[in-house]
C-alpha cells in the first residue's frame, strides 16, 4: 500500500494525528486526569473497555453536524421519511431477517493461552507480517552488498526471511481475497500456511462462527421474552413499510430513513474509531418497483459525475486500479446495475465532498459475490483512504426484496405495493374456497386461523396442495398455533382450482436499495483528510474543516486580560449566538499566537481578535485558519462576515474582497 | 382528580387524542397495513412488545426539533460540554454507582396465574377503584332517590360499594404517599387492606425486588466482561469529569451535557408514551463548588420568574395546592435550596414554554424524602398536566458529591477541583509515612499498589490506622489484587502522624446539579397540552404546535391537479428548503378544506396554496392554521413570509400588518 500524505502532500502521521485528536478531546483519552497517554477508550478510569469510545465536546459537535447535514443532504431534499425504531429487538425479528443464523465471524481459539482471534485477521496478519519480512530480507540484501553496517538499523521486531517469487504471488492473492473465504476455508489456510497465533507461537483450534449480536437475555421480568441490540436500524424501517407506504398515500418509489445506535459484539476490535461495537448509522431505505429496471425520476441531475469505481472483474483480476466514470456511462454499460442505485452512488459522493472529504481519497468498490451481507443482491461501498487502508464507510447495497418477503412469510402480513394498470389484465391463479361452514364445524375455535391461512398462502403451495387433494383426497397445511402447527384438510372441506381473474391492479413486493452510512468511520477519515502541519512547524497542526462542519465555527480572543475587553468580548460572543453561530470565548492568558494554534488543531475557521483599537477605533480583525489571512473592520460587518460564511452565503474570498487586508503586527508566532 | 381540559377549554378527549396521532403515524399503530386500531407500539407485525414504540415521520421530526431547541437553549447558550458516550456500561461502573445494588422496583407474583406485578401500581389500582366505587355508590343513593331507573345505566365494571367516611381518609392518605413505600411496607398495606390481584382475585406473594436494568451478559466473545444499558446517561458524564475540567482550563463551574437512549426493563409498562423501556434523555451535569452557597452568575436574569412550587412540606400535609412563587424568592426563604438549583429550574421553566407547553399545567414537585433516588440529596421534578395525571418530565436533581466520591474510592483516581486561595493556610492533617525500602523488601510486587493505597487513603482512615499503629504495633489496609485484599502492616514499617502543612490551593469533590430531561414524556405531554377541536365541527382536531416545533412549518398545496400548477409549486418548494424551510406538498385529490384539515391535525402552522390567480397574477394565498385566516401576495413576499415566521423573526399578527388579508371565497369546509 503507498503511504498517506497529508493535504500539503507531506506523509500523514498518524501517531501525530491521534495524539492532536485525543489532547483536544475529539475522543476521550487514557488517565483520569487527562494528562497521561496512551490507547483510549470508554471507561478510563475503569480500566477502559476495547471498543468503545467517549466523544468529547469536539469530537460530539462534529457529529451532530455532520449528523445534521446528512438529514439536509439527505432526508428535506428529498421528503424521506424519517423514523425512530427501538434499538432493543425481539428475538423473532431477527430471526426471520436471518442475522440470529448468518450475522457471525469466524473465530479460532489458542488453546494454550486462551486468546480468541478474529480468523480472517490472524491470517491477514501472518501473511501480512511474512511478505514486511520478504521486503525486508530483500532490501536488506541490497543494503548489505551496499553497506553491510547498516543491517542492524533495521529488522525491529519483524524478522527478514525471504520468500519465493510463487510464494509472494500465492501470500498476495490470498489477501486481495480475504473478505471471501468462509471458515473452513480459513481453517485450511491456516494449516496450509501454518499459521500460528503470534502472541504464542501455538497453532489455534479450527475455526468456529460467532454471532456478532449483543444479547437481551429478559424484556420484562420473567425471561420469556429475548432479544438483541440491532445490528442495523434497518430491520425498524422493514418493519414499518405498510404504514409508511400508506403515510406516502400509497405512492411508490419512496424512501425511509433513520438515524441511530447500532451494536456489534466484535470478537477483537481494533484500529480505533473504525472497529468498534456501538456506533452511530444512518441508514437510508429506499423501496423501489423491481419492474421496469429501477428508474430514479432525479438521475438526470446527476448524470455527469464522476465516481472513481472498481468494479467486481478488475479486483478478481488482482488489480485496483479505477478509472473515473460519469454514473450516467456506469449504468448504461451496466457496471452499475440500476439508476436508483447509480443516483444514490453520486448523492453519496457529493454529501462526502460536502463535509470536506478528499475527492482524490474515495473510490467506489463493488463487493464480492461471497463477501455480501446474506441479504444483497448487490453492494457498492464509499471506501474512504486512510491511514488504515481503505475503509468501507458507506454501503450502498440492493437488498432486493429479502426483508419484506422474509417478514410477510413470517407474519402473513402483506408487505405489498401496488400499481393501477395502464388497461385491465387477465392472470391466472390458483384458488382455495373452503367450505366455511363445514371447516366450521369441524374445527370450531381453530376454524379462524386456518381460513386466514389458506387466504394467505402462497400460490406454489396452493398448487401444491391442489395435487396432494387430488391424489390422496387430502393435504396439509401450517397454522401456528393449531395443534402441533400442521393441519389436515380433507377434500370435501377445500377444493383448490386453477382460475382466471381480470387484474385492474399490479401488486408486487417492492425491492429496496439501502444507503447505510458509518457516522463514526467517517468522522474518522474525514480528520485524517483535512489534518495537516504549517510548513515551518510541524508541530502546529491544522484540521482543515469546512466552516459547516467545523467543531466551533467561530473563536473570539481578547488579546489580553484588560478589564476594557471584556464588554466588547461579551457583546460580539452574544452577537453571533442570536444568529446561531456558536463561538467560543478563548480568554486564558497564552499569547494570541499559541490560541490560534489552539484553534486550529480543532479545526476552528475563524477567530475574531479584540485588541485596543477595538476599544478606540470599535473594530476587529477576523483571522481565517487556512491562509492566516486577515481583515479588519467594524463589529457589525466582521458578524455579518462570519455568519455568511459559516451559512455557506459567502466565502473567505467574498470577504476579502470587501474588508480592508490588515498587516498589523504578526500574531502569529507571537509565545 | 379534576378533569382536564384542551386549549379551549372543553374536556379533554384522550382516545379522540390517541386516534389522531396514531392515525398520523406520531407513533406506530397496530395492524401490518396502517389501518387498524387498538393498542399500538413497536414490531406491531410480530404482535408487539410493550414498553417499545416507533415514531413515524411526524414524531421523529418533533422530536429532532425538540432536542435542536434542547441544545441551543442549553448547551450553545451556557457553553455547557457536551459529550457522547456508550450506552452499554461495565457491569463494576453500575456497581460502584449503586444500580447494581438499588436501581430497583417492588414486584409481586401472583402464584396462581404466574402474573407479575409493580406492588406499588397494585396497591394505587385497587385503591383508586375502591374509591370510585365509593364515589359511584354515594352518586347512585342520589340518583336512585332522584329516578330509581338511571341506576342501571351507570355501573359499568366498577363495583358501587360505599365505603365509610374514616376509610376514604386513610385510602387516600395511602395514595398521597405512595411514592414512599418501600417493599415490605407495601407488603403490609397488601395484607392490611386485603389487596389482591384484580385479574385472578388472588393475594400475591410478598413484594421482592427486581432491578431495572438490561443486562449483557458478554461484551465480546467470552463471558467475561459483563455489562448493563445504561439506565441514566449521567455515569458517562461523571467518568470524564477530570477530562473535562482539563478542557475547560481547570474553570469551575462548569456543565456537560448529553443527548442519548437510556433503559429500563419495566416490570409492567402502562400509560403509552409516558413509561417505556427504551428513551431519549437529555441531561446536564453542572458541576459546582459545595462552598459559598452553590451561586450562579445569571441569577439575575431569572429571579422574577415566577413558578408553582409544590414543596414537601405541602405534600406532607396531604395537599397539592400551589402558589406562584419568583424564584428569587423561593431561594431567598430557603424552600429552594440554592441558586443553582434555582437558577435551572426558572431555565427548564423557560424552555418548556418555548416549546409550547401550558404555562397553566406545570409545576414544580419537591421529592420526599423516601422517593429520592438513591444518589440524590434534593430532588424537584417539572410535572405537566395531562390526563394520565401529573407527570414528571424533567427531574432537577442536587447529587451533592455522591458518584465523584464512589467512583473516586473504587478507582483511586483524583476527581477533585482546586480553588487557588486568596491567602495561604495552615491546615492539619493526617500523614502516612512508609519505610519505602523496607516495605518494598518485604512485599516485592506487591510494594507498589500497598504504597498507593496508602497514598490514596482517606484522612479518617489514617486517623484509625494511627490508632491501632498506637495500641497494637500493627493495622490493616484494604489493597485490592493483594492476597485476600487485606494487608497487615507493623510499625516498623508506617508511621501515621498528625501534620501540619500551608496550603495555597484548596482541593475539593463538587457538587452536582442534574437536570434531567425525558425527551418521549415531555414530547407527548405537549401533544395534549396544543391539542384541541375546531369550534364548529369536533372531528377537525387542531394540535397548536409553535412554528419552531411543528414537525413541517408549511405544506404548499395546488387547488387542483391541473397542469399549470406543477411548476409553481415545485419553484414554491424549492425557495422555502433553499432557506432551510422544510416543506411538503400535498397534491393529493381530496379539496382544500380536507387538506387544510389534514395539516391542522399535525400541527403544520403555515399553508400555501397555489391557485388560477398565482398562475395569472402570480400571486399566493397564505393560510394560518389556529386562525385560518389568510393574506394574498406575491411569491417572493410570501416565501419571505413563511421563512420569518418559522425562524421566529415575525409573528402572523406581523405579517397580518403588512400583507394584505384574504377574504376570498372559503375554502376551509370544502369538501
Redesign the interface.
Known sequence: MSEVKTLKGKPLDRAELDRVLRAS?FY??VG????AEGHCS?????GG?????????P???L??KIVDLW??HFV??E?M??????????H??LQTSGHVDRFCDW?VKDPKNGD?LRADHLVEQVLEARLNGNRLARAEAIVEKDDPKKKKKKGGALEAVKLDDAVVQEYEEVLAKIDNYDGPELGQLMEKYDIRNPASGERTEAPVQ?NLM?????????SQ?K?F?RPETAQ?QF??F???L??N?GRMPFASALIG?S?R????PRAGLLRV??FLMAEIEHFVDPQGGKKHARFEEVRHIKLNLLNREVQLSGKTTVTPTPIGEAVKNGIVDNETLGYFLARIQLFAIKIGCDPNKMRFRQHMASEMAHYASDCWDLELQTSYGWIECVGCADRSAYDLTV?MKK?G???VAKERLPEPREVEYWAAEPDKKKVGMKFRKDAQPILAALDNLADDLKEKMSLELKSNGKATIDVPGVGDGNVELTSDLLTIEKKKRVEHVRTYIPNVIEPSFGIGRILYALCEHVYWCRENDEARVVLSFPPIVAPTPVAVLPLSGNAEFKPLVARLSKAL?EQ?V?N?VDD?SVSIGRRYSRQDQVGTPYAITVDFESVQKGTFTLRERDSTLQVRAPEAEIVDAVVNMVKGRETWEDVMKRLPKFEGQDLENTE
Chains 1, 2 share one sequence.
Not at 470508554?42 to 475503569?46: A, K, P, R, T
Not at 473497555?49 to 465536546?57: L, T
Open positions: 478531546l476521550t483519552q483520569c486526569i487527562g494528562l470508554s471507561f478510563d478510569i475503569y473497555v476495547s471498543g468503545f469510545y467517549d466523544y468529547g465536546p469530537g460530539c459537535s457529529q451532530a438529514r439536509k428535506l431534499e421528503n421519511l424519517e423514523v425512530d425504531c427501538p434499538m432493543i429487538t425481539p423473532e425479528v473465530m480468541i460467532f449483543f444479547q437481551i437475555p429478559n424484556i420484562g421480568p420473567s421474552l432479544g441490540l425498524g418493519l414499518n405498510a404504514k409508511l400508506e403515510f398515500n445506535k451494536f459484539n466484535e470478537i477483537a461495537r456501538e417478514h407474519t402480513q402483506p408487505l449566538r446561531e456558536y467560543v486564558s
